[in-house]
């Protein structure tokens, strides 16, 4: 079954910085890969995504790249700020018999100091 | 993700005890998740379930029920069996479109804590 590994499991940088945050999964099946974002004591919120028929996508200070030839994808922001202190988690979709499912990373805590 | 709903927000469980985690959703959405989380161990996967009146073990199922009456509920039992309960438990949603993606949309979640 698909397996994700994040890293790393903390991140601390100084307001304006870039962060770069790394994913590798292990099934080549996978064809769709959400970065979701979770702020202390509420729910993850989806902030980019990407499919496997394109190497990067951009939003404003946020891009996510796939190499689905190593099978990693990365998020990068640019310009932190402290507001996006908070854990990150990189997910890839898993396709068996039983259906489809997001398998997730084990989360990045990310922090922006000013 | 304000069309998915959890009750209760804080949950305590006696020893024993079968408790059961409510999720709700009126997004029309086809398929319900629900994830337990553990610091340091990411959202790990429980059950799902693609349509009504049927669900698939996910990852650590062990100690926990589902069942999928209604397009827009998704019930988990925390049985007895399961020994170390104690975790913050989110519920999704998304549409299910073959294949494509399927952004996944979370409810508030659920602390359970163990008396």
């Known amino acids: 079954g698909e397996n994700v590994e994040q890293h790393p499991s903390t991140l601390s940088v100084q307001e304006g910085d870039s962060a770069v945050i790394k994913c590798t999964y292990s099934d080549s099946a996978s064809n769709y890969f959400p970065w979701y974002k979770q702020e202390l004591g509420k729910r993850p919120q989806l902030i980019i995504d990407?499919?496997?028929?394109?190497g990067e996508k951009k939003d404003q200070r946020i891009a996510v790249t796939l190499n689905k030839t190593a099978k990693h994808f990365s998020l990068h922001i640019t310009e932190t700020q402290p507001e996006d202190s908070a854990v990150y988690f990189c997910a890839a979709r898993r396709t068996n018999q039983a259906g489809t499912a997001l398998i997730f990373g084990k989360g990045t805590t990310l922090s922006v100091s000013s | 993700d304000g069309g998915i709903t959890q009750s209760p927000k804080y949950l305590f469980r006696k020893e024993g005890q079968n408790v059961t985690l409510s999720c709700e959703q009126n997004l029309n959405h086809d398929a319900m998740y629900w994830y337990r989380q553990d610091p340091g161990q990411g959202l790990r996967l429980i059950y799902y379930?693609?349509?009504?009146?049927?669900?698939q073990k996910g990852d650590i199922a062990e100690g926990y029920s589902v069942s999928r009456e209604k397009k827009e509920s998704f019930p988990l039992t925390v049985t007895s069996a399961q020994k170390n309960p104690t975790a913050f438990y989110l519920c999704?949603?998304?549409?299910?479109?073959?294949?494509?993606?399927?952004?996944?949309?979370f409810g508030p979640g659920t602390r359970l804590l163990v008396l």
């Open positions: 999704a949603s998304s549409i299910v479109i073959a294949g494509s993606g399927e952004t996944q949309y």
């Open positions: 379930s693609q349509i009504v009146n049927d669900f």
């Open positions: 990407i499919r496997s028929n394109v």
